[in-house]
């Protein structure tokens, strides 16, 4: 037996059995009754309209066209949303709007139920907890303007996730489904309303899967395991002005995914294969969400709201951090050489340390043996928080000609990350990882990182005539500070550094209805996210743009709009997702950036009769961002010259999806296009990914009016070029996955 640090499994919370027997398909809920259409930003696609800016809303009928359970996937479909594929299946996603840093999420502003989601927002934005997307009832993106209603990140835009509201009636719905690689999903929830007002909701999301990936000399799966449980209360009697909600969630995850990618040789040969050193590599988390809300209906123009939300967060991450060339004889002494550098030298043949690429790809390949604690596996023990109090208003009146929809909003939040990491050194013997030590706890990491922020908004949808103008204002004021700490649990005081902000954000859009089919619009705002705890780094941002116009007939309804960011500065952010060899948590000014793009949309159906449809719906972004200025080589961003590309942003992307569909069955193919794009600014070689074209295609047929069933497959044509780069090396695409449900209403 080969000795192992245990994975640190975090402690099963086990809820009561009955949820799980309840366990009903939230997407054909009927619809949400008189409890909390706050929770919403738009709210359906018709609201759309009366936006004098960019937002989309993907709703539950539209999810089921493909049942996706991939936030990947579904975000797609939005123009101006672009990804850093890396797992493959979303659990982490990077999600990029209009041009923003796509790492881990961390410059959108994420939201479930209009709170903000992200482990700790403010203090350490990095998404290491997403919703699970296969529960979520509706996604909505909002844009420009907008988007300043819902900081702090304000640049790019915000992503709403809907939880399954409570149904007017009792209702519920079971989705039952099974697929390759070992993989099966369940989704349920039943609710309903009593007549005296009373309401509840059950729901449960069980999704396991071995993965599509194959470790070296390993029996240990790629896989996951994923478990959602979600219990809403409310109370709101259809003669009182007054009503109230309780929102409980608690998800669990467990996957055995790495940080470690592979050469360009090896991927070549094999895209789905993992290096044997990443055997132990294993994330479990914990996420706890509580939520309270009051809403007040003092007339049928005015409503007030009052939010309490508490977010709790844990994950250790045991992943293998790097090697010891030199071979030190003590994990806590070593001389770590990252992976990414590894990677690096192996593409470009290069020696490092008197140790040439062959022997390093030797390393790799568990040719080669290892001195002891000459292999770092890091415990990234962590635990966060995110809570606060949010007020809003929201109120409908006259002034002669103009008629107001007022909304503001205060928000007061507190948030943190906890590090307490360790080191562990091992050796690699005949291929397979031994236990040398174990480092000492907080070794590798131990130190808090806090944030408070007062956030305040007015926003106001002005119509008069064809004229709508949405003037608004935004204020943050943020307080950010790390404690660094030295030894084990006694965490003795070792430094702090602090940082603040307070800024004004301006914005407002316009829009003329030329007639009841065409709608110009255009609009400006002054979008920002928060700087680190580090001194002297500024906080991100820019002077945003857009233009555009929008469409609508018996026919096809279409929206194209042009944007421009012109960041006055552009921050980077040093984390270990990032690949980049810097310190964890350090921050560096980019200087001036500018991006600009054209975002296309259309909706179409293409049947001339009515005994079926064929929807048609096309999704395109272009994209062009650049930096503005030279910068000295740094430690994340390298030698920066003007006119270099910003990373991981795609010139091109388009989605197109075709359906053909009567009362009785459908059938929906999509096709997803992404440029390659430059992963650093330099763009070297082996800097770059591969362009991709990815078929999906579903199906499902309406057995009874109670039983539906569908199947799907998922990247048809197995596509397999290099995805990503990050965090250290070549990272394929998801291999071509078959899966078959059912999905029963009650």
Known sequence: MIPAVPKTHLQPKVLACSLLALAMSHASLAQQGGFYDEITIIGSKENISRIPGSAHYIGPEQLEDFSYSDIQRIAREIPGVSIQVEDGYGLRPNISIRGVSSERSSRITLLEDNVLIAPAPYAAPAAYYFPTAGRIHAFEVVKGPAAITQGPNTIGGALNMASTPIPDTRAGNLLLEGGEDATYRLLGSYGGQTASGFGFLLETHQWQS??????????????????????????????????????????????????????????????????????????????????????????????????????????????????????????????????ADIVADINHGRTRDGVSADMLAGILHGDIDTPENSITLRANNREYYSRGGQLGVDWLFQTGAFSHSLQGGLRYHRDQEDRFQFDSGYQQLGGELVLNSVGAPGGAGNEKSDAQALAVHLYDLIEVGNWTFTPGLRYEDIELKRTRFSGGQARDFRDSRKNTVRVWL????????????????????????????????????????????????????????????????????????????????????????TIKGVEFLLNSDLSTTTAFSIPLQVSYTYSDGEFDTDIADTAFFGEVSAGDPIPYLPDNQFRLSLGLENRIWGLNLSASYVDAVCVVASCGDFEQTDSMLTLDLSGNYQATKFLNVYARIENLTAQDGIAGRQPFGARPNKDRTAALGVRMKF
């Open 210 to 339: 071995d993965g599509f990936q194959d470790i070296d000399r390993s029996g240990t799966d790629t896989g996951l395991d994923v478990q959602d449980y979600t219990l809403k209360l409310a109370y709101a009697p259809s003669a009182s002005k007054h009503a109230v909600e309780l929102k409980l969630q608690y998800t669990e995850q467990d996957s055995n995914q790495s940080y470690l990618g592979l050469s360009d040789a090896d991927f070549e040969q094999d895209p789905f294969r993992r290096y044997g050193l990443s055997a132990l590599d294993n994330i479990a988390t914990e996420h706890e969400q509580q939520i309270l809300r009051y809403e007040y209906r003092a007339t049928d123009a005015l409503k007030l709201t009052a939010t309490a939300y508490n977010n709790k967060h844990k994950r250790n991450w045991f992943k293998t951090e790097g090697v010891d060339l030199d071979g030190s004889s003590s994990a806590d002494t070593m001389t770590r050489v990252s992976w």
């Open 506 to 593: 301006p914005g407002g859009g316009l829009s003329y209805r030329v007639s009841n089919e065409l709608t110009l619009l255009g609009g400006v705002h002054k979008g920002f996210s928060a700087p680190t705890n580090a001194p002297g780094i500024n906080e991100e941002k820019a002077l945003n743009y857009e233009l555009g116009l929008r469409f609508r007939n018996a026919f096809f309804s279409t929206e194209i709009i042009g944007f421009l960011s012109d960041y006055d500065n552009l921050l980077g952010v040093c984390t270990a997702s990032s690949g980049v060899d810097c310190e964890i948590g350090d921050a560096f000014n980019g200087d001036a950036v």
